[in-house]
């Protein structure tokens, strides 16, 4: 435990010297003695959290890659605390996907006891075009994208009240617009309604949605109004620190 805890500190010392630091240096800041801090340093450059470059230490490619997955393990807890957090004000199971090289990706879902989120019986990334999420996604891209999509995920009906092809999809997608809410009532699956919205930040082609059993679906527009709120604050609130 102690060598583990000594060649942490050596590895914070490194991070804090973006153009490098000799082990002497190294030594002092973190209070070793320069034999024990010699043998970690070559320790972890063996193992690749350094690398060594004419006397001077950097962080190595696994350290960086621990630096990455910690960073992309933040964003999605902070995801994940968002749409909880909208889930209970609005009172509905929240999704967020995007579309990334050529497919839907749900990347996060909230419900909660009282808020059970919709089993996905069906692979949402081959059903776009029945799922509230998937049509909000399809009516961010360009024609050629929307084509291409459905020449690899065809349409096919769910229940009865799925779109009954690929033309009238692409009409509806036309109505919709980039910016515009979808709602969609059982073409996914029976007894469920859902709504989504556009989440657009960049080159990012996102949406979020709710779903709601259809004994209440007089609460659809609303909940899909309040969401969409709901995602003009959180933007007004990230936008400042975006551009800084």
């Known amino acids: 435990m102690g060598s583990v ?16 630091a000799p082990a002497k240096q190294l030594a002092r800041e973190t209070g070793l003695a320069l034999p024990t801090a010699y043998h970690l340093l070559r320790t972890l450059v063996h193992e690749g959290y350094l690398r060594r470059d004419r006397g001077l230490f950097f962080l190595g490619e ?6 990455r997955r910690g960073a992309q393990q933040k ?8 749409l909880a957090r909208w889930r209970d004000s609005i009172g509905a199971p929240v999704y967020y996907a995007t579309y990334r090289e050529g497919e839907i990706q ?9 808020r059970p989120a919709g089993r996905e019986w069906a692979d949402f990334r081959e059903t776009g075009h029945a799922h509230a999420l998937g049509q909000c996604l399809l009516a961010q891209l360009d024609d050629a994208a929307r084509r291409d999509h459905l020449d690899r995920h065809p349409v ?14 692409l ?23 859902c709504a989504a919205v556009p989440l657009t930040m960049g080159d ?15 609460r659809l527009l609303a909940a899909a109004r309040q969401l969409r709120r709901e995602i003009g604050r959180l933007i007004e609130q990230i ?5 800084i």
């Open 5 to 20: 805890q000594r060649a942490m500190r050596l590895l914070e010392a490194v991070a804090r010297h973006q153009h490098g």
């Open 62 to 67: 696994a350290a960086e890659r621990l630096g």
């Open 75 to 82: 964003r999605r807890t902070t995801v994940s605390d968002v």
């Open 106 to 114: 749900v990347l996060c879902v909230s419900d909660g006891p009282g």
């Open 156 to 169: 096919r009906p769910l229940t009865p009240y799925t779109v009954p092809n690929g033309h009238e999809l």
């Open 171 to 193: 009409r509806r997608l036309d109505r919709v617009g980039r910016t515009g809410p979808v709602i969609e009532h059982q073409e996914y699956a029976l007894g469920t309604v």
């Open 204 to 218: 990012t082609v996102g949406a979020l949605a709710l779903s709601l059993p259809h004994r209440q679906a007089d």
């Open 239 to 243: 936008t400042p620190s975006i551009s």
